[in-house]
């Protein structure tokens, strides 16, 4: 999309494109944030107890 597009939107379109925007936005992040905690999961299931111990 392009400035000139965005320009001679009026502010219900505009309005209408920033909420459908979002939407996206949040579906992908959700998305994002459960794919990024398997991997999180994966590798705590892999993880050595030995070597998470706190050394002091």
Do not use: N
């Amino acid at each position: 999309m392009d400035r000139d597009h965005l320009d001679a939107m009026s502010i219900d379109e505009l309005w209408a494109l920033h909420t459908d925007l979002g939407q996206v936005l949040a579906v992908k992040l959700i998305a994002a944030k459960r794919d990024l905690e398997e991997r999180l999961k994966q590798l705590d299931q892999r993880a050595d107890p030995k070597e998470l111990r706190i050394k002091h």
